[in-house]
């Protein structure tokens, strides 16, 4: 199931993907110009939804509602949401979906940040080894 999932190309989540027809100009025509589209030319009707974007980016699932959360919940790469029907790609009716998107735009993917510290923190522990400050 992850190799499914790791030959999909998704857009990347940018502010401006509430709207739809604008965004990024992709070099191969077969592909949509930008995540909204991309995700509502899956034919299910609806516009892109946040929960979804949440999970793509890495996000606990409900991080940019303004509900409380009272509990997180993190769902790996392992298997895409939409496709077990937990949280559908495109749906109608999401509360401040729009202000929820723009938030998710551009958004820092935590993985990475994870990694970065990561390296930092072991090329940081080699210098302290060597005798060297970092």
Same mark, same amino acid.
């Given at each position: 199931?992850?190799? &499914?999932? +790791?030959?999909? #190309?998704?857009?990347?989540? @940018?502010?401006? $993907?509430?709207?739809t027809?604008?965004?990024?100009?992709?070099?191969?025509?077969?592909? !949509?110009?930008?995540?909204?589209? &991309?995700?509502a030319?899956?034919? !299910?009707?609806?516009?892109?939804?946040?929960?979804? #974007? %949440?999970?793509?980016?890495?996000?606990?699932?409900?991080?940019t509602?303004? %509900?409380?959360?009272? %509990?997180?919940?993190w769902?790996? =790469?392992?298997? $895409?949401?939409? $496709?077990?029907? *937990?949280?559908p790609r495109?749906?109608t009716?999401?509360?401040k979906?729009?202000?929820?998107?723009? +938030?998710?735009?551009?958004? &820092?993917?935590? @993985?990475?940040? +994870?990694?970065? =510290?990561?390296?930092? *923190? &072991?090329?940081?522990?080699?210098?302290?080894?060597?005798?060297? !400050?970092?």
């Amino acid at each position: 199931m992850l190799d &499914q999932l +790791a030959r999909r #190309v998704f857009a990347t989540p @940018q502010s401006r $993907d509430f709207r739809t027809g604008e965004g990024h100009r992709w070099d191969n025509p077969d592909r !949509s110009r930008n995540l909204n589209d &991309q995700c509502a030319a899956t034919g !299910s009707g609806g516009q892109l939804n946040p929960g979804w #974007v %949440e999970w793509l980016l890495g996000w606990p699932i409900g991080w940019t509602s303004l %509900e409380p959360i009272t %509990e997180l919940l993190w769902l790996d =790469w392992s298997v $895409d949401p939409a $496709d077990d029907g *937990s949280i559908p790609r495109v749906a109608t009716g999401i509360a401040k979906r729009i202000d929820r998107l723009k +938030a998710i735009g551009n958004g &820092q993917v935590p @993985q990475v940040a +994870a990694m970065a =510290w990561e390296i930092l *923190s &072991q090329k940081a522990n080699k210098g302290n080894e060597d005798g060297h !400050s970092v």
